[in-house]
């Protein structure tokens, strides 16, 4: 597995349009040299562009950032096609002409680091990007990425980190601000793929959720929390080194805790859990030092969360409450745990022990829309619709995109609170969003009957039937309309 770390581009910005000094063809090239849609047009616009001999001297600084920014609009066509080292060599070009153009810097290092160059002169790049430019917070953002690719991963949370406070305060200076949104999201992504490297996995799914928070379509955040739900190793951008021959490595360092926690990981990247968790535990029995049980611990609270994870998934309940408690045990902090064994209990009916798991994961993750919507059926199932609602109702306040299960939860729980007419428009959204479900036509033909609406609620319920025909609540529904039927 390999995560393909996009980096957009810095615009140029200068390559301002024609003039009466240029000539058609001269402000047809511009044009093509400006616009990013056509790489290859773009390309060709801009090479036509600076082999023109006609460029007027009557302003030398004018004629010098046109050259400049052709350079650097050439040199982002090319990036984009994957060519970097022929956008690097226009970036050296445009830094000749504008040896204050903080974008080229920025534009270069990022080449830089794509094609797998020096990640020093990287950084070099993007540290006199910013001495030119101290908002530049992309270039503040991709030090972070570079670091990461040396395998610096606690200096890049630090520099991260950093970089976040600062554009935290400037976006809330300027919060119509798309392009310090932009980079937000991807800080957060990078900040968590550095605390995923050094196995603080809790630290990069709240990095990741943040990312997404900023930029729901973050589309390498959403890979990062899959990852990690499935077991994945983080890479950083770099694939991580294979373990060669672990079998060998083993028998040769039987007593070596490392070789275990390595042998731990080759078992769960191949969905060997039990072997997995069993690996880790060996290796923590034989860490030498308090920093080797440290290493040993995570490793071994990962592969417990993941194989409880699978129960779950499989439906094996109790299992995976064995492992989640012993996550908690090991790791009282560990939100995934919590909220995943309040999971796994309401699934068994065990609804209170649900709750009070739900209310642990709250208070470590207070933004869990998750955490709030398992408590809020625990509540339902309980009967205690009032609270069911509270909860239900902070769900949705808190995930990004309307949720259509969401608002039939609080629908239903308001037509049991004695709130029919409050549960309609929830239930409506629900039906505009997902219109084929039949649970939730079921819903709406009980708030329609509630309501004294009749022929709208047999309307639904007979919907309900045409697909699902075994709805036996939608059944008795019509039954009972025909039956109160003058």
């Known amino acids: 597995m390999k995560y393909v770390l996009t980096v957009v581009m810095l615009a140029a910005g200068v390559l301002v349009g024609p003039d009466a000094r ?16 056509n790489l290859d047009l773009a390309i060709k616009g801009c090479s036509r562009y600076l082999r023109r001999k006609g460029i007027s001297r009557r302003n030398r600084k004018i004629a010098r950032q046109r050259l400049g920014a052709a350079y650097i609009n050439r ?9 970097y080292k022929a956008a690097i060599a226009d970036y050296d070009e445009a830094i000749k002409l504008l ?3 903080s974008i080229a810097y920025t534009n270069r290092g990022i080449s830089r680091l794509n094609a797998k160059g020096s990640t020093g002169d990287a950084i070099s790049d993007l540290q006199k990007a910013i001495k030119l430019d101290p908002k530049n917070y992309k270039a503040r953002a991709i030090i972070g990425l570079a670091l990461i690719r040396e395998k610096k991963y606690a200096e890049a949370v630090t520099e991260v980190s950093r970089t976040i406070k600062l554009m935290t305060g400037e976006r809330d200076r300027k919060k119509s601000s798309a392009g310090i949104k932009a980079t937000l999201a991807e800080a957060y992504y990078y900040r968590g793929l550095a605390h995923w490297n050094l196995s603080n996995l809790d630290a990069a799914v709240a990095d990741f959720e943040q990312a997404l928070k900023v930029d729901p379509k973050h589309a390498d955040a959403n890979k990062g929390l899959r990852s990690i739900r499935d077991g994945k190793s983080a890479i950083g951008g770099i694939l991580k080194e294979q373990i060669p021959d672990i079998a060998k490595s083993i028998k040769k ?15 769960k990247k191949k969905g060997e859990h039990d072997e997995a968790v069993a690996a880790f535990r060996k290796g923590l029995e034989l860490a030498p030092n308090e920093d080797a049980r440290k290493q040993s611990m995570t ?7 993941v194989r409880g994870y699978r129960h779950l998934e499989k439906g094996k309940y109790d299992l995976a409450i064995a492992d989640f408690s012993e996550v908690i045990k090991l790791k009282p902090d560990h939100f995934w745990a919590w909220r995943d064994r309040g999971k796994a209990r309401l699934n068994l009916g ?22 709030y919507e398992f408590r809020a059926v625990s509540h339902f199932e309980n009967g205690d619709y009032e609270r069911a609602i509270e909860d239900i109702t902070q769900t949705i306040s808190l995930k990004p995109k309307k949720d259509a299960w969401a608002h039939a939860v609080r629908a239903i729980s308001l037509l049991r609170a004695g709130r029919a007419s409050d549960g309609l428009p929830d239930i409506e959204l629900a039906l505009k969003l997902k219109p084929k479900n039949a649970n939730f036509l079921e819903t709406h033909g009980h708030i329609l009957e509630e309501l004294g609406r009749k022929d709208e609620a047999l309307a639904a319920y007979r919907k309900a039937l045409e697909i699902n025909p075994k709805a036996k609540p939608s059944q008795e529904g019509i039954e009972r309309l025909k039956a109160a039927s003058p």
Request: hydrophobic share 35%; glycine share 6%.
């Open 99 to 101: 040896p204050k153009s």
């Open 350 to 371: 065990h609804n209170d022990q649900a709750i009070a798991d739900e209310t642990e994961a709250i208070k470590i993750n207070p933004k869990s829309a998750e955490a």
């Open 299 to 305: 490793h071994l609270v990962g592969g417990l969360y």
């Open 75 to 83: 040199g982002v066509a090319a990036a984009a096609k994957g060519k």
């Open 22 to 37: 240029i000539s058609p063809a001269q402000a047809r090239d511009m044009s093509n040299c400006n616009q990013t849609k």
């Open 253 to 267: 360092n039987s007593k070596d805790f490392w070789s275990w926690v390595q042998t731990g990981e080759t078992h």
